[in-house]
């Protein structure tokens, strides 16, 4: 049976700590630590756990840990689609390679399930994969109670191989909220709420109440005054609504979005409403970006699992946080902005706006669709 928790704390006057770590080595040889150092528990969420180097180093670190309580989430993402393809599409059906990966992702959980780790799926796809756009897209890590992770890495190669980013967080209340969330999940219900520890809040989207969490992100950018800087690589309605609602209002805004994307067309869409929302838009190059933030007036910094788009809006369960911490926010402008804004170029051509708008129908479409089976 499922069930839902709606939580709203808050609490004032505290200090916590936070760090960005960029990329996958950082995050892992952070992470690394905190799981050789466990000697409670260790919880982990994710979207994809696959058999290749980068879950097979997890698995082998989480055998070798101490903690006694070891437990996994996956979500039945990870038995579709393996290295960013889609298992079971006509062209995949006879590459060996992957069917390699699937059968050691398959030994992998085996294993780790014999060594005493405690691994669940959730989110199941439904019939004809009818629910396959709606998952549990939370990325939470928990150590001890004590060490607390989200943001928007996976565990898989193609995703360490990405730009992205992870915060790491230190505060006992905000770690016993991760917690919360993550049992939630773990017991099969879907978790929704907001707490506030200080310079940080963290939002838990459920799936099905998500545009009450946003409401706070569309307040702040419509309370922004100088400049707005998103990285995202799925950037859609309604944020771009309310970006070009700032645009308008002569708030710098700009945008970070890979030049090749991940999900063919996004690229063409993403270009087609930077236009139209007269948006400086920079296109990262060379590798994808699946970071996702969004710092507005360099006083309010949005960071985690869930996409600036009408999925993370509307269908799936994220979680993000908003921090207002000085020291955090200066470490994301020389780590992020500063770094990625000379690699980046600006379109050298004009969108095209017949792909752009069919793009745009197309998602709109597809998100009606998979609202019928939230």
Request: net charge negative; with cysteine; glycine share 6%.
């Amino acid at each position: 049976m499922f069930f839902y928790i709606l939580m709203t704390f808050t609490r004032t006057g505290v200090i916590v700590n936070l760090e960005i770590l960029v990329d996958s080595d950082n995050f892992w040889t952070r992470f690394a630590e905190d799981i050789d150092s466990a000697q409670k528990n260790i919880y982990i969420q994710t979207l994809s756990f696959e058999g290749d180097k980068a879950g097979l180093q997890l698995a082998e670190r989480l055998t070798a840990a101490a903690a006694p309580d070891k437990r996994i989430i996956i979500d039945n993402y990870t038995k579709y689609m393996l290295s960013d393809k889609f298992r079971y599409s006509p062209r995949n059906l006879f590459d060996e390679e992957l069917k390699e990966e699937g059968r050691e992702t398959s030994r992998m959980v085996a294993r780790l399930i014999a060594d005493g780790t405690k691994v669940r799926f959730v989110n199941p796809v439904g019939p004809f994969l009818c629910r396959f756009p709606i998952r549990n897209h939370k990325k939470i890590l928990v150590i001890d109670g004590r060490i607390g992770y989200i943001g928007g890495i996976n565990f898989s190669d193609h995703n360490f191989d990405w730009h992205d980013m992870m915060l790491r967080i230190e505060d006992d209340d905000a770690v016993e909220y991760l917690t919360e969330d993550f049992m939630t999940s773990w017991q099969g219900g879907h978790f929704a709420g907001n707490q506030k520890f200080g310079d940080l809040e963290l939002f838990s989207l459920d799936g099905r109440s998500n545009e009450n969490a946003f409401e706070e992100v569309f307040r702040l950018i419509g309370s922004a005054r100088r400049s707005i800087y998103v990285q995202s690589p799925y950037l859609s309605f309604p944020f771009c609504d309310h970006l070009r609602m700032a645009a308008e209002r002569n708030v710098k805004v700009t945008v970070t979005s890979p030049e090749k994307n991940n999900f063919p067309g996004m690229d063409d869409y993403i270009r087609w409403e930077s236009a139209r929302g007269n948006y400086d838009l920079l296109l990262y190059p060379d590798r994808m970006t699946h970071l996702k933030a969004m710092l507005i007036d360099d006083s309010h910094l949005i960071v985690g699992s869930s996409n600036f788009d009408h999925f993370s809006y509307k269908l799936i369960q994220e979680i993000f946080a908003v921090v207002t911490d000085r020291t955090t926010i200066d470490s994301f402008i020389k780590q992020i902005i500063d770094i990625d804004n000379p690699l980046c170029h600006r379109p050298q051509d004009d969108p095209n706006r017949l792909r752009g708008y069919l793009r745009n129908l197309q998602l709109k479409s597809i998100n009606r669709v998979s609202a019928l089976f939230k």
